[in-house]
């Protein structure tokens, strides 16, 4: 009898050993399933880095790497006087928005003083990420500030009362010159962050960076039709050549740093990057859209042959590569259909064509034997003047004032080429005249009937 009572007690035992090892099984199994980023739970294959939803940081931290450390505090009140500044700028109160944009530009100053003291005590990498982060950040800020002060104060605020078009048109493309380089800083610095900080690069960092890309793009598109008035485009492609645009630095140092000025390997080097990072956009208006500069084309990764040879030539230069040059190319002998680098070499250019994915080490196709092209000197235009004669008539064109023709600024007469008003000749000095009574107009001058 005790045997028997002794068995039941043991089988209930195990049965509840069973139960439990049962138990135990299931809600492992069940916690395992549960597992995954959106369930509520931070489990052990979770940081904020990879599920921010369930492992989020408190407000007062933010995630780095995978860990929940301190935020950087603000010392100055630069939101508040800038969206300030917003408010006075999209309303055109343009004299309160120049005053607030030197007034932010100070609150920035203040943030960059902070963060560079509070460099010096950063405690460990992941603080010191934060701090560069947000250097880089006010650092944008503060050159798009400076870009908008001086938009405000040369054009907006100045109406650049000259005495012609063509002085307004020429003022206003030397202030976007003056301007825009910090406009291309401001950029140049959320490429940064988007290289070199990709998990902080969230959705109002990149719609701040595409209101900046909109901008650059809303000038240019200004300063191609100021180019288009005075009928000059090969003078926007050159223009747009920086060999000191930080962003071409930034990617041109690291590319030759180990050549030692090896000329052809340092060739061969940049072009190679530019075929491979910038995708060719065909376009048969490639002559009269705009050429973007270095900066944009390498973050938008594509462009025409125009955006693709400025950023060629910019990196070329940089490199120290000299006489460096563009030519307009007819390959097919149908017209100017392309353009490329060129190199001068005592009186012959060297061609270097970047949209070429199919050349491998080949500066040029093939079939550029057939090529038919005209090279500019670079420091030909960059010393060019963009000007027209006083009645707004552009160089080596007739003007609408018959016979005057525009030569290097001077108004000449030029009947043979531009003509004579009517009921007048063109006589032999290229001037109009018209014929006393009893005379006749014969062979560039009057004649006696």
């Known amino acids: 009898m005790r045997r028997h009572h002794y068995s039941k007690l043991i089988i209930i035992v195990l049965s509840l050993v069973l139960l439990f090892l049962v138990y135990f099984v299931i809600i492992n199994l069940m916690s395992a399933t549960r597992s995954f980023c959106g369930d509520g739970a931070c489990s052990s294959s979770e940081d904020c880095s990879y599920c921010l939803e369930d492992c989020g940081c408190r407000s007062d931290l933010v995630c780095v790497e995978g860990k929940c450390i301190t935020d950087y505090m603000l010392v100055s009140n630069f939101s508040f006087c800038y969206n300030q500044f917003n408010i006075e700028y999209t309303s055109k109160n343009y004299e ?10 100070l ?32 650092k944008s800020n503060d050159a798009y500030l400076n870009y908008l002060y001086l938009k405000i ?9 000259y005495k012609t078009t063509s002085e307004r048109k020429a003022a206003v493309i030397s202030a976007l010159g003056e301007s825009l380089p910090y406009l291309e800083n401001s950029i140049y610095y959320f490429y940064l962050i988007k290289n070199k900080y990709p998990l902080f690069y969230r959705d109002q960092l990149d719609k701040l960076f595409k209101q900046r890309i909109s901008d650059y793009e809303k000038n240019n598109l200004e300063l191609n039709k100021l180019y288009d008035f005075f009928g000059d485009y090969n003078y926007k492609f050159f223009l ?10 930034e990617e041109t140092d690291p590319l030759v740093e180990s050549l030692k000025g090896d000329e052809s390997k340092i060739k061969t080097t940049l072009i190679k990057f530019v075929r491979n990072n910038v995708d060719y956009v065909y376009s048969t208006n490639w002559q009269t859209n ?3 500069p270095p900066a944009v084309t390498l973050m938008k990764g594509k462009g025409q042959c125009t955006d693709s040879s400025v950023l060629l030539a910019s990196m070329f ?21 392309h353009l490329v680098v060129g190199i001068k070499k005592d009186s012959v250019y060297e061609l270097w064509d970047p949209t070429c994915i199919t050349c491998e080490d080949k500066p040029v196709p093939s079939s550029a034997s057939k090529w038919n092209y005209t090279c500019f000197d670079l420091s030909q235009y960059k010393s060019k003047e963009l000007q027209r004669c006083g009645d707004d008539t552009s160089y080596d064109q007739c003007s609408i004032t018959q016979p005057y023709f525009c030569d290097n600024g001077n108004l000449i007469p030029r009947c043979n080429e531009c003509g004579c008003p009517s009921g007048l000749n063109c006589f032999r000095d290229n001037k109009c005249y018209k014929c006393s009574a009893g005379f006749s107009f014969k062979n560039g001058e009057c004649r006696k009937d």
Request: charged letters at 30%; one cysteine or more.
């Open 240 to 249: 747009q050549i920086n060999p000191l645009n930080p962003l071409v630095i």
């Open 107 to 138: 609150e920035v100053a203040k943030e960059l003083d902070n963060i560079a003291l509070l460099k010096k005590k950063a405690k460990d990498a992941e603080e010191n990420k934060i701090l560069e982060l947000n250097e880089l950040i006010y």
């Open 317 to 337: 230069l940089r490199a120290g590569i000299e006489n460096v040059g563009l030519c307009v190319v007819d390959t097919e002998t149908k017209g100017a259909d």
């Open 153 to 161: 104060r040369d054009i907006d605020i100045n109406p650049h009362v």
């Open 96 to 105: 309160n928005a120049l005053d607030l944009s030197l007034k932010c530009r």
């Open 290 to 292: 705009w050429v973007n």
